[in-house]
């Protein structure tokens, strides 16, 4: 089974950015109570300009469902 990023996991670091957190993640799935990042859910920002950044998408099985 693969892994499932949750909001407060810390995204990857790349080009001259460093590794920030997943600040958003769904409301009613979770893992261990706390919600799962989805695709276009965002980090922290990690540039001199303000952005947000997608992250793949994470497959989650329903028994893990909150």
């Known amino acids: ?6 909001m407060g996991d ?3 670091a790349h080009d001259d950015c460093e590794a920030t957190p997943v600040i958003s993640g769904s409301t009613s799935v979770k893992a261990d109570g706390i919600p799962l990042a989805r695709q276009g859910d ?4 990690h540039s001199p300009q ?11 099985p ?4 909150a």
Request: aromatic share 8%.
């Open 50 to 60: 303000s952005m947000t950044v997608p992250i793949l998408w994470v497959s989650v």
């Open 10 to 12: 810390i995204g990857t």
């Open 62 to 65: 329903p028994r893990l469902w």
């Open 1 to 6: 089974m693969g892994n499932a990023v949750k």
């Open 42 to 45: 965002s980090l922290t920002p």
